[in-house]
């Protein structure tokens, strides 16, 4: 019996499953059984069982598109074993039987229809939301003027070096998107700073298409549910779509194909797609690029710069999706107006 199998055969015996066989990949065992094919995950104990709350709770609100998670004989959903949690799941083929770009928009679907079941209103802290907007305007504040003081000391040599050229040639559109991130920040805060409720749903956690498995009749399941946790939408959103874009330069259609399909079944409020606007269009990777090299400018220029332009080449990516939103928005907010005209 190899060690594999002889390290889960005592966590198997818990669900009444007697495995035969088993490949290891990472944190996922697949197991051959008795019983069929099954996926036995390994997880830290920080990690917790907060998870299968909330995947209990989606259930309950009528959400089936999670991998199942199977309970023990006794009714646990996971078993501490030498100093891990595990748990047990259903294996699924994953096979892609479409392209790429619409599995990414059903996923985008069925976050929508996760985030729609699991939707609710919470109350928030008036004061705390302005402490919270005060001091997120005055961190972007004290960033325009790292901006602003390294491109003057830029200016002022004679001789550039290429990190600090580069900069030069870059500020105007990073400046650009700061005071865009801004005025969405401020527009959002004036729209909601009465309000006593906001919405929160349910976020997935690590948003990914290795994360969404599709069954042999190509049904999309969310897995993975280890970082889920009641929050904004934003939570699931911004990472999936920074990732997406840190390569080479790109108009990325479907970039924006995959929002629109996601906003089809969970419109975002104003002051929430102005919120998320804000924070999506914020240059915050090029920003600690910079503040690194400002405190350390002779270290390592050449990764330096790599990373400088990357970071650049990740904003305007970003500042094509955001400048499309805008213009799709306006545009349905001037077509709203003119029928509103056009009955009064």
Known sequence: MSNHLQQITPILRQYGVTPHFVESFGKVQRVYSDKGVFALKRITPTDGTDFIRHVQYLYQKGYNRIVPIFPTLDGRYAIMHQGSLYYLMPWLPNEVKEDVDE?????????????????????????????????????????????????????????????????????????????????????????????????????????????????????GYFSNFEESRQGSPMNDLLPYLSRTLETYPKKCEECIDWLYTYFKFFPLREDELNLFLSYFAHPGPFLRTVEDYYKNPHKHERKAVQRLQRHYWQLKNTEYIVMRIDEIERQKKLEKEAQEGAQS
């Not at 069925?110 to 004061?127: P, W």
């Not at 009465?194 to 990914?208: P, Y």
């Open 103 to 219: 599995r990414q928009k059903q996923m985008f679907r069925e976050l929508a229809r996760l985030h729609t079941l699991s939707v609710r209103e919470v109350s928030i802290d008036k004061e705390e939301k302005r402490e919270h907007y005060e001091n997120t305007v005055h961190e972007w504040e004290k960033e325009n003027e790292l901006l602003v003081g390294f491109l003057e000391q830029c200016e002022s040599k004679w001789y550039m070096s290429p990190f600090e050229l580069l900069f030069c040639l870059y500020y105007h559109d990073i400046s650009q998107a700061l005071r865009f991130s801004m005025d969405k920040l401020k527009q959002w805060f004036e729209k909601t700073k009465d309000d006593e409720k906001a919405r929160a749903v349910i976020s997935h956690g690590k948003l990914s298409t290795e994360h969404f498995i599709l069954d042999d009749r190509g049904y």
